[in-house]
């Protein structure tokens, strides 16, 4: 292993590359967090100091370069049937009056916005397939700014750790088995449409537009404030009048936006652009 130093000062620029780039922001008692993740970069570069990693990021960096970084330091934590109450408040109470709407004439639109894996989107696919929704009535886009995940995201194969919420009916009827794996089938696979999003880039963002419901979980958490207003802002354009975001039950939007207005169904946290 790597035992290269890395001082407090390229420490701190190599955290504000990051924030600049992702909104992501790692505050000084994370330092090692920079250390760990980014040595095997320098080893697989030839580089011998952070001060040189540095400078390819800014003055010789390339899209594939930044896609490293980004894959290097996101975290990446998730599991199907995540926080299930807001996904059956979804479900039953959000959903319901959204598809009743005789002025629909198009299908519902639902985007994960920080898919990770892909088992949060795929867990909307299955719980909406149970509902006798095809893909004739809704669409799910799913997006994340790491490369790895998305590319894991679209192989859909699992291990026991991923689908350990996952309730046996739906286990036995969307996956099959394999050794110690559980590949999802073409069904849900193919419901769901991924693709690599910055939720701080507005570029981006603006290329994503019209949907009902986005779920933004448990990523606001890795930004700072001035961050986490940038993506709200950028959310709650893409959002359509009266669309839902869904954020992480441990994160709040106090003192972020006042934009939407925060409702309570089945004590879930639900925010509808007004
Ligand atoms: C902890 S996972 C959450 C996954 C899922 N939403 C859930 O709640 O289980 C956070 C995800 O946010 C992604 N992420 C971090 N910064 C991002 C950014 N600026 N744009 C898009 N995705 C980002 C990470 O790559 C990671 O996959």
Redesign the pocket.
């Known amino acids: 292993m790597l035992n290269i130093l890395l001082s407090d000062t390229t420490f701190k620029n190599i955290r504000d590359y990051i924030y600049d780039k992702?909104?992501?922001y790692i505050s000084d008692t994370k330092k090692y967090l920079i250390e760990n993740r980014l040595s095997r970069i320098l080893l697989d570069n030839n580089l011998n100091s952070f001060e040189d990693y540095l400078k390819v990021l800014k003055f010789n960096s390339n899209a594939h370069e930044l896609t490293r970084l980004f894959d290097a330091i996101?975290?990446?934590?998730?599991?199907f049937f995540?926080e299930e109450q807001q996904l059956t408040t979804l479900i039953d109470h959000v959903l319901p009056p959204l598809l009743k709407n005789n002025n629909r004439s198009s299908k519902l639109k639902i985007w994960?916005a920080?898919?990770?894996t892909g088992?949060?989107p795929y867990t909307i696919a299955m719980m909406l397939m149970e509902q006798r929704l095809t893909t004739q009535h809704f669409e799910i886009h799913a997006?994340?700014?790491?490369e790895a995940?998305l590319a894991s995201a679209k192989k859909a194969v699992y291990n026991s750790y991923s689908v350990r919420n996952i309730p046996d009916s739906y286990l036995n009827k969307y996956f099959v088995s394999a050794g110690d794996s559980f590949n999802l089938k073409s069904t849900i696979k193919n419901s769901v449409h991924f693709r690599k999003?910055?939720?701080?880039d507005e570029k981006s963002m603006r290329s994503i537009r019209g949907f009902d419901v986005i779920?933004c979980?448990?990523?606001l958490i890795?930004f700072d404030t001035k961050a986490k207003q940038k993506v709200v802002s950028n959310l709650y354009n893409s959002l359509n009048p009266g669309g839902y975001l869904i954020i992480?039950s441990s994160e709040s939007l106090h003192s972020i936006t006042r934009a939407f207005r925060p409702s309570i169904i089945n004590k879930v946290i639900m925010y509808q652009k007004v």
Do not use: K, M, P, W
């Open positions: 992702s909104g992501i996101t975290t990446n934590e998730t599991f995540r994960s920080a898919c990770s088992e949060e997006s994340d700014i790491s995940v999003i910055n939720l701080i779920f979980r448990n990523v890795y992480g």
